[in-house]
């Protein structure tokens, strides 16, 4: 378990940090290291991270390259039925942890039949999706999350004014899910329900995907639990990532945030950046489920840290950080969460497939 009770936030906390494990005249490129998961304080602190952590709320869409692309997919999702009916869904009278049963009978000499007919039917359908691309939106939207309940006699607790309850009951009032695996379909699942019906030629996959650290001294690897990877580029390109847990993150956060620290890096360095590359904020994203919380994670860094990270800094030349901008919780059991958390996931995914389409820069 990590030593480090609070991982540095700006840089003076992280010299602190470095100098109690003597790492500050030190780089990643001279010291042993570990797989992301196993990463230890003296190789997260080689990687040079800063975490800054902020509420839902605080997620200002402009700096992450994400204005305009939420309010196009606000209006993407407004009229939607089954967008409505699904935020709907969380005023319902239902059983805690109810298990739910699709309303039909199969008689198994009519079956092959029905299936037939069900085939018919299926290329019959046509969905009321748009096929053309996303277009770039309007940067200056003045677009704002919306503070309002979807019903009016539902109170929300506003993120940050939200209690766990005492620290030594965490377990016992919020137990680990009983398989990670179940945690992670959840969330690609609820990622692909956003474009499945959709032009795109990326999608969230539950590949594990692997990304390899090289440096001088060794290298490290880095499994991620899936991906928003194109389909269809020959380099499988990866837009955003994502890491899930099946325990509330505040039990183990310094492992957690190293993990995804490491991850972040190894994803860097793995698909480096075309050439030309000046600075990073918001173009690669991490986003993490712990247990029923999602959390959503910015990178940013310059191209000094890009050289650090090569091994290629100029002797006058600084190697920065790698700031990490960490968003959350949102909760998956609140409507309010999941509605605001629905425009950012698709406007991601609005913006990763401009991305795709638009022709890679020469390197």
């Not at 209006?75 to 699904?86: F, G, K, Q, T, V």
């Not at 880095?222 to 020959?234: F, V």
């Not at 002797?315 to 958390?341: I, N, V």
Request: contains cysteine; negative net charge; aromatic residues 10%.
């Amino acid at each position: 378990m990590a030593s480090i009770t609070s991982l540095p936030d700006i840089p003076s906390r992280w010299m602190q940090a470095a100098k109690r494990e003597k790492v500050e005249n030190r780089t990643i490129h001279e010291i042993d290291l570990s797989s992301a998961s196993s990463i230890e304080e003296e190789q997260y602190l080689a990687l040079r991270v800063l975490w800054k952590t902020q509420p839902p709320k605080r997620l200002g869409p402009a700096k992450f390259g994400l204005d305009g692309w939420i309010k196009k997919a606000a209006d993407m999702l407004e009229p939607y039925r089954s967008w409505a009916d699904y935020l709907a869904s969380f005023f319902a009278q239902l059983p805690h942890n109810a298990i739910f049963r699709p309303n039909v009978a199969v008689s198994s000499p009519r079956t092959r039949g029905r299936m037939a007919n069900l085939a018919a039917g299926i290329k019959k359908l046509s969905f009321d999706v748009p096929n053309e691309p996303p277009s770039t939106p309007n940067t200056k939207s003045g677009f704002e999350f919306d503070d309002t309940s979807l019903d009016s006699t539902a109170k929300d607790t506003p993120l940050g004014e939200r209690s766990y309850g005492p620290q030594e009951l965490l377990n016992l009032n919020y137990p680990k899910t009983k398989d990670e695996q179940i945690v992670n379909t959840a969330l690609v699942d609820f990622l692909n329900a956003f474009i499945i019906h959709r032009n795109f030629g990326s999608c969230w996959t539950l590949h594990r995907k692997p990304f390899v650290a090289d440096f001088e001294h060794g290298s490290f690897e880095a499994r991620t639990d899936g991906c928003l990877e194109g389909e269809d580029s020959e380099s499988l390109k990866t837009y955003a990532i994502v890491e899930v847990k099946p325990m509330l993150r505040t039990i183990h956060l310094e492992r957690i945030s190293m993990q995804e620290a490491a991850e972040m890096v190894a994803w860097i360095k793995a698909e480096p950046d075309p050439s030309g590359f000046v600075s990073s904020c918001g173009c690669r994203v991490l986003v993490s489920q712990d247990r029923h919380e999602v959390y959503l994670t910015f990178a940013e860094y310059s191209e000094n840290y890009v050289k650090y990270l090569n091994n290629t800094l100029g002797k006058d030349e600084s190697p920065g950080f790698l700031t990490l901008h960490g968003f959350g919780p949102w909760d998956t059991d609140r409507a309010g969460d999941m509605k605001d958390l629905g425009w950012i996931l698709l406007a991601i995914a609005l913006r990763a497939e401009m991305g795709r389409r638009e022709p890679a820069p020469k390197k």
